[in-house]
């Protein structure tokens, strides 16, 4: 039961435009969400993160947005750089009760110079 | 201050071995997952662990796996009799329970390879 899904597996995106990561969600309780990227042989290192009681947050060329009514987020980030060729992974807590911290399946995002 | 330390970094162990993975979390984090990922695969929930307590396993395969994070010492999951099925990045994160909004921090796993 996949509670974090993100359908697409792979975005392809020329340099210097925006790439668009989505992700959506199943459980309603889930009230934090983060993003985090990850490179071939490294762990995954936290990108940015949204409360629900937000719809937006932003931080240099990354911004997140919440729909909660929808149960989607997505990742924009602007420009695009090569640098950012990477597998992006969605996750979901609850803060209250288990704390439980669940991933989508990743979407890598290649930026072609 | 450190980050979440994961050793080793590479394992290889024979069909029917036991594989052992340890993982410190952050200085002052008593709370930790532990994550399995497949090759070509997203992070599979595995555990969920304070100190001297699981918390949700509902991740973990029923046999062969368990997992412990003692008062002291590192966090460990242990593979009995591993198969070739097994072998897969495995990643734990630790957070600080006690504060509101904060990310998990990963360690750079640990490459299972079963042989």
């Known amino acids: 039961d996949q509670q974090v899904k993100q359908n697409s597996p792979s975005l392809s995106v020329q340099e210097g435009r925006i790439s668009i990561l989505n992700c959506d969600y199943t459980n309603s309780m889930f009230d934090y969400f983060l993003w985090y990227k990850k490179y071939p042989a490294e762990g995954p290192t936290f990108l940015i993160s949204?409360?629900?009681?937000?719809d937006k947050n932003e931080d240099g060329r990354f911004t997140v947005f919440l729909n909660k009514s929808a149960k989607h987020l997505s990742l924009h980030i602007v420009p695009s750089q090569p640098g950012d060729s990477a597998v992006y992974f969605c996750?979901?807590?609850?803060?209250?009760?288990?704390?439980?911290?669940?991933f989508g399946t990743g979407t890598r995002l290649t930026v072609i110079p | 201050n450190a980050g979440v330390m994961q050793n080793p970094r590479h394992l290889v162990r024979r069909r029917g071995q036991e594989a052992r993975l340890r993982c410190s979390p952050m200085k002052g984090h008593s709370h930790v997952y532990w994550y399995r990922q497949l090759p070509e695969e997203g992070l599979k929930f595995m555990v969920y662990?304070?100190?001297?307590?699981?918390?949700?396993e509902s991740g973990m395969p029923k046999e062969r796996f368990s997992a412990e994070f003692p008062k002291e010492g590192p966090s460990i999951l242990r593979i009995q009799q591993v198969v070739r099925g097994d072998s897969a990045a495995y990643f734990c994160a630790s957070f600080d329970f006690g504060r509101l909004n904060t990310e998990a921090f990963f360690g750079q796993g640990t490459r299972l390879t079963v042989v």
């Open positions: 949204i409360s629900s009681i937000k």
């Open positions: 662990l304070q100190k001297e307590n699981i918390i949700d």
């Open positions: 996750a979901a807590r609850t803060q209250t009760g288990a704390n439980n911290l669940f």
